[in-house]
């Protein structure tokens, strides 16, 4: 039977083991916060804001048929195309997931969760931002996650709601 011991008990008891754990967990919420960076930098290059950078949002919410982006000074934009904006997972007010299609075809879609051990530290509550990959035929439709090593959306790829409040058809 394992058992973890605690952070204090360990830098009292094992303070070499501690300093490594605690190192290890350093570099991983760095590499996290890097992760999301670009994956803030792609969403700026493929889904453009009018006004500001996605990687100062700190909430969505869906107005009507518009996507709006909240900024850190309380600032509301929406995307430079509004169209880009497709469909929507949960409440208007507070999304679960946003859909979004370029015009090349692909889908990005931003999963958020509040409690999740990415989202909670994101100002945004961003969990995971998955890329449809655009190689395969439409039949074959594959996710990528930006963030983790497996997609979130799986789960959920049936489950939204388009702009106009039918389900969303992938197409």
Known sequence: MSMSLPLTELKTHHPRIAAAVLATESLRQR????KLHHAKQLMDELFPLSKGSHQDVTSYLVY??????CHK????????????????????EQP????????????????FDVQGDIGASDTANLQDVCLENG???????HWLSLLHDT???AAIEHN???RNGHQYAFV
Do not use: M, N, W
Request: charged share 15%; hydrophobic share 40%.
């Open 31 to 34: 590499h996290i916060a890097d």
């Open 64 to 69: 009507y048929q518009h996507l709006l982006a």
């Open 73 to 92: 000074d309380g600032v509301l934009t929406g995307l430079r195309q509004p169209s880009q904006f497709v469909a929507l997972g949960g409440q208007r």
């Open 96 to 111: 679960q997931s946003l859909l979004l299609k370029h015009e090349s075809g692909c889908h990005l879609a931003l999963c």
């Open 135 to 141: 190689q395969l035929p439409r039949q074959q439709r």
């Open 151 to 153: 997609p979130l959306l």
């Open 160 to 162: 939204f709601t388009a």
